[in-house]
């Protein structure tokens, strides 16, 4: 019997899956950490922490897995896309990892466009604009700002290679995690030698990339004995969160499209060719799948903006929940169904860490819109879980004015357990939405690589066709949708009306950090 761990390094927390030889999970564990803002609009993490929550998790599913523990022949790795772990020669860890969600790199993004010969000429060689999120404007900014640390840097990995440097001993990486990079050729899936030249980086300062499904090395004994694995135990490609929890929802052919609400909200979809958008609003970035590219929408703050009002603003409702037993997002959602669609004229814009998709837009702000005396907490929590389906449906625009099919989609993340949120995605995408038989996203999907980086499968697409399963189907409401239709182009122009005012607000900031 063949055993493959999945193991996930997300942004508030690890997920590690076991699966059989089957795809069927085994056993499941996760671990939290914190998450560092040492200044508005920045976001670091201390890699120590993604190291402790892999052990800790790893043998918390052994020990559900029993016997079956030393038969793990291989491990797929999933993990935040575009952070930033800076290493010098003896592998010590520099500073903080920046994390993808860090806003800091304005300037450097400008830079990158300047050294590229402008926004359209990098977008034909990276199939993407300069976005604050990417990892190469993170390296600029290290040599920009912390000179000292760039000068003794050797390598630069993103997440989830750290774990597999502490795993393997290797530099690595994978296709769809060194995309969200800004320095790989998408089409020939490999590092961009002509872009690395232009922006004065040495590719020995990146590891070697890999296919998703293809094996980077094996545990080293140190890190087997201290897993309590075998260091016979083979690691593959992996692949982003984004890639992976499409693999996981069964996203390997064109049609289908998946819906994550997680920290960030993502829309994702499969291509069988390189489709790029010219003005650079969705990301294209290779897929998990060999020789396939996937394009995809990114919002920075979709459950991340529920998060942000449960802990800031519903103190006396968490004391509540902890005294019932209760789930706190589920007590926000029975006060959100009790007000009509629309919250009786209330929008939030969802932009509390700047925005990437379609707007690109680090000055963005989060907002509510049209506030009255009448508006209690219920209609807040309605409106701020419509604004983040609103931002999402944006993605899907685009998509279909790319004449790019989307006959099916499947909603997962965390947000999307909520059966409020699953309605309001086929309301507002006025479409039926579907869930499949698992939950575990990314994690599911390397574990699956893992298998086929094995022989266990022969595909991806065969290994998607033995594990996943379409669950149920939530249709749209017709009503609601026909007001939603109505709605959207209104959420869409406040941003407009609102741009300008976005910036002066930035400036107020600078130029109270400098009077500090």
Known sequence: MGTYLGIDIGTSGTKTIAIDEKGEILASASAEYPCSVPRPLWSEQDPEEWWKAVVKTVHSVLDQIGEHGPEVRAIGLSGQMHGSVFLDEKDRVLRPAILWNDQRTGEECRQIEEMAGGRENLIQMAANPALTGFTAPKILWLRNHEPENFDKMKKVLLPKDEIRRRLTGEYATDVSDASGMLLLDIRKRNWSKKLLSLLDLDESLLGKVYESEEITGQLTQEAADLLGLSSRCLVVGGAG????????????????????????????????????????????????????????????????????????????????????????????????????????????????????????????????????????????????????????????????????????????????????????????????????????????????????????????????????????????????????????????????????????????????????
């Open 241 to 516: 969160d984004c890639a992976a929890g499409a693999v996981g929802n069964g996203i390997v052919r064109p049609g289908i499209l998946s819906t994550s609400i997680g920290t960030s909200g993502v829309m994702f979809v499969h291509s069988d060719e390189v489709k790029i958008d010219p003005l650079g609003r969705v990301h294209t970035f290779c897929h998990a799948v060999r020789n396939k590219w996937h394009l995809m929408g990114v919002n920075l703050s979709s459950g991340g903006s529920l998060q942000w009002f449960k802990n800031s603003l519903c103190p006396e409702l968490l004391r509540e929940a902890r005294e019932k037993s209760a789930e706190i997002y589920d007590l926000l959602a029975e006060e959100a169904e009790k007000t009509p669609p629309g919250a009786e004229g209330l929008f939030f814009l969802p932009y509390l860490s700047g925005e990437r998709t379609p707007l690109a837009d680090p000055d963005a702000r989060g907002a509510f819109i049209g506030l009255t005396l009448a508006h209690h907490r219920g209609h807040l929590v309605r409106a701020l879980m419509e604004g983040v389906i609103y931002s999402m449906r944006e993605s899907l625009e685009i998509f279909r004015s790319e004449n790019i099919p989307v006959n099916e989609i499947r909603v997962s993340g965390g947000g999307s357990k909520s059966p409020l949120w699953r309605q309001m995605q086929a309301d507002i995408f006025a479409q039926d939405v579907h869930r499949i038989n698992s939950e575990e996203g990314p994690a599911l999907g390397v574990a699956l690589l893992a298998a086929v980086g094995t022989g266990e499968f022969t595909s991806i697409e065969e290994a998607c066709a033995a594990a996943i399963s379409l669950r149920d189907t939530i249709s749209p409401q017709s009503e609601n949708s026909d007001f939603y239709n109505r709605a959207f182009p209104v959420y869409q122009n406040f941003y407009h009306q609102l741009k300008d005012s976005f910036q002066k607000i930035k400036n107020f900031n600078l130029e109270r950090l400098i009077s500090d």
